[in-house]
Nanobody, 124 residues
Framework: VQLQASGGGLVQAGGSLRLSCAAS????????MGWFRQAPGKEREFAAA????????YYGDSMKGRFTISRDNAKNTVYLQMNSLKAEDTAVYYC??????????????????WGQGTQVTVSS
């Protein structure tokens, strides 16, 4: 499956952004989907994940209450709504797709396919 992330940009602290990730090539509903982020000089960090049907969601601790992941299987797209953004949310955000959970859905090893990343910059 090919993944194309979009929606990043520059936003002031306290603002909102919605990231989108369009999938193509395979049956989208066969994949659990995730968002990860990586800030300069830091390791890749789990942000959010969603089950194949969209019925179950998972969030990183610092994202709970501010980020919402959703998916539209008819449109082959997963979204990440980010509210109350902080300067520390600045990172490249990657969407990812997987069919098997390895240890945890929060682990990058649970994802075989990755998008190219979209930059999110939050100014303080």
């Amino acid at each position: 499956v090919q993944l194309q992330a979009s929606g990043g940009g520059l936003v002031q602290a306290g603002g909102s952004l919605r990231l989108s990730c369009a999938a193509s090539g395979r049956t989208f509903s066969n994949y659990h989907m995730g968002w990860f982020r990586q800030a300069p000089g830091k390791e890749r960090e789990f942000a959010a994940a969603i089950s194949r049907s969209g019925g179950v969601t998972y969030y990183g601790d610092s994202m709970k209450g501010r980020f919402t992941i959703s998916r539209d299987n008819a449109k082959n797209t997963v979204y990440l709504q980010m509210n109350s953004l902080k300067a520390e949310d600045t990172a490249v955000y990657y969407c990812a797709a997987g069919t098997q959970v390895v240890s945890s859905i929060r682990s990058p090893f649970s994802y075989a396919f990755w998008g190219q990343g979209t930059q999110v910059t939050v100014s303080s």
